[in-house]
């Protein structure tokens, strides 16, 4: 739909009329459980695609369909920001899953205009917690929006949003490079898979590309990661914090 909040008549048609209609009447078909429109749409194989596929059937399609309007490829997506910090810290071992609850702060809050002591409200002093519980807000003397949701375009929460812009800029690769939440979760994951692996380094790295990215490591990629680890075996946080910043990991193909 390319304009989300406008579904009257000014509004962009839909690409696939017929299929709403046919899901409109699943949804009463099925007692209007939302759960089960979910789990219908999830397992259908137009979901289930990849974004890359035969070259020569991609470069046939593309040239038939170029955006992709019919939906026979996978959008390449970029995870939103609270997604990001869930995958890190989960990579990390450590997102707390706890569902409910008080927001948090993610990074200290910044005075604006006064040196004075400022009142933030009371927030959760778990850091660790799902990125849809971090706090943000307005105030005229504060920053309350931390700079990881301002680098990978969220909302401040002050305007409406129909839908987010998805941008590729340099400051958000260089946010994955530098933060602490980066770099403490990769010494943590570090951690954890010197102790699921026993101190076996080809183990350790199948580990991290399998929380990391979701796939073993090619035998290229492992003979490169042994190559980097075998000096120094204490440098799996190292190693941890590549697989972290490699373009897979915020992508969803």
């Known amino acids: 739909m390319t304009t989300p909040s406008d579904f009257g008549v000014n509004g962009a048609m839909t690409s696939h009329p017929e299929l709403l209609d046919w899901l409109?009447?699943?949804?009463?078909e099925q007692g209007y459980s939302m759960k089960a429109i979910h789990r219908l749409i999830v397992t259908s194989a137009t979901y289930r695609r990849a974004s890359s596929g035969n070259p020569q059937l991609v470069a046939a399609n593309s040239v038939i369909d170029p955006e992709n309007t019919l939906l026979w490829k996978f959008r390449l997506n970029r995870l939103e920001a609270e997604i990001i910090h869930d995958a890190v810290l989960f990579?990390?071992?450590?997102?707390?899953?706890?569902?409910?609850?008080?927001?948090?702060?993610?990074?200290?809050?910044?005075?604006?205009?006064?040196?004075?002591?400022?009142?933030?409200?009371?927030y959760d002093n778990r850091t660790n917690r799902r990125g849809i519980y971090m706090g943000r807000g307005f105030s005229g003397s504060?920053?309350?929006?931390?700079?990881?949701?301002?680098?990978f375009n969220a909302e401040d929460g002050q305007?409406?949003?129909a839908v987010r812009q998805c941008t590729i800029t340099a400051p958000q690769a260089l946010y994955m490079l530098n933060n602490d939440l980066t770099e403490k979760a990769a010494a943590r994951m570090g951690e954890r898979l010197h102790k699921l692996s026993a101190g076996d380094l080809q183990q350790a790295v199948n580990l991290g590309y399998r929380i990391a990215l979701s796939r073993f490591p090619s035998s290229k990629e492992r003979e490169h990661a042994l190559s980097f680890l075998a000096a120094k075996p204490a440098r799996l946080g190292e190693f941890c914090w590549l697989l972290i910043n490699l373009t897979e990991f915020i992508f969803v193909k």
């Open 24 to 28: 409109a009447s699943e949804l009463i």
């Open 91 to 122: 990579a990390a071992g450590n997102l707390d899953l706890t569902i409910g609850g008080k927001s948090f702060r993610a990074a200290q809050i910044m005075v604006r205009r006064n040196n004075s002591a400022p009142t933030i409200g009371n």
């Open 142 to 151: 504060l920053e309350m929006m931390p700079e990881l949701l301002q680098v």
């Open 159 to 161: 305007t409406t949003c």
